[in-house]
T-cell receptor, first 113, second 115 residues
Framework: GEDVEQSLFLSVREGDSSVINCTYT??????LYWYKQEPGAGLQLLTY?????DMKQDQRLTVLLNKKDKHLSLRIADTQTGDSAIYFC?????????????FGKGTSLLVTP | EAGVAQSPRYKIIEKRQSVAFWCNPI?????LYWYQQILGQGPKLLIQ????????DSQLPKDRFSAERLKGVDSTLKIQPAKLEDSAVYLC?????????????FGEGSWLTVV
């Protein structure tokens, strides 16, 4: 699939906001996703946004989509130490009957006290 | 609701040996995926099933990897013979038949080390 680009590392202080950025290249992507992966665990779906939306808010999470620039961001308000993990941006790849995901390499978020 | 189940969780084998991973998707989910996640990278799709048929296996190294989903429920991914570069986490995922916000749920993965 096309490349999904993410910055590799982000460090923030507890209580601050975190912003994780992603650039995707497939303009036909219908949905864009954010997944969280903690050490030794599988992928946990955090949120997703439909491509005709600009913004989606879910409690501490805000997703912004700039379709013109193919840019997606995830903002975590009041970041906590439990938010330390790897965050993956993913775009849907339409196929005949199923929507497989094309992932970025992940952004490691470190939250310090 | 039970999640996606995978086994074994961890496996260490020597190169040229074979290994098989098993996945039980969420009940009722018609679509099943196998992803390979190499350390430090994002997951990469290996194969996608819709019921017991293959939708996409374009990134599956077919000379050594095979997968099946005989009854449209459980699936097995096999590697034979294994190479050192196959060391990775193998993630199984499932989803309902596509339609609005098709959410894909992942299992915890099977960790393979080839020595």
């Amino acid at each position: 699939g096309e490349d999904v680009e993410q910055s590799l590392f982000l460090s923030v202080r507890e209580g601050d906001s975190s912003v994780i950025n992603c650039t995707y290249t497939d303009s036909s992507s219908t949905y864009l996703y954010w997944y969280k992966q903690e050490p030794g665990a599988g992928l946990q779906l955090l949120t997703y946004i439909f491509s005709n939306m600009d913004m989606k808010q879910d409690q501490r999470l805000t997703v912004l989509l700039n379709k013109k620039d193919k840019h997606l961001s995830l903002r975590i308000a009041d970041t906590q130490t439990g938010d330390s993990a790897i965050y993956f941006c993913a775009e849907s790849m339409d196929s005949n009957s199923g929507y497989a995901l094309n992932f970025g390499k992940g952004t490691s978020l470190l939250v310090t006290p | 609701e039970a999640g996606v189940a995978q086994s074994p969780r961890y496996k260490i084998i020597e190169k040229r040996q074979s290994v098989a991973f098993w996945c039980n998707p969420i009940s009722g989910h018609a679509t099943l995926y196998w992803y390979q996640q190499i350390l430090g990278q994002g997951p990469k799709l290996l194969i996608q099933f819709q019921n017991n048929g293959v939708v996409d296996d374009s990134q599956l190294p077919k000379d050594r990897f095979s997968a099946e989903r005989l009854k449209g429920v459980d699936s097995t991914l096999k590697i034979q013979p294994a190479k050192l570069e196959d060391s990775a986490v193998y993630l199984c995922a499932s989803s309902l038949v596509p339609g609005g916000g098709n959410t894909i749920y992942f299992g915890e993965g099977s960790w393979l080390t080839v020595v």
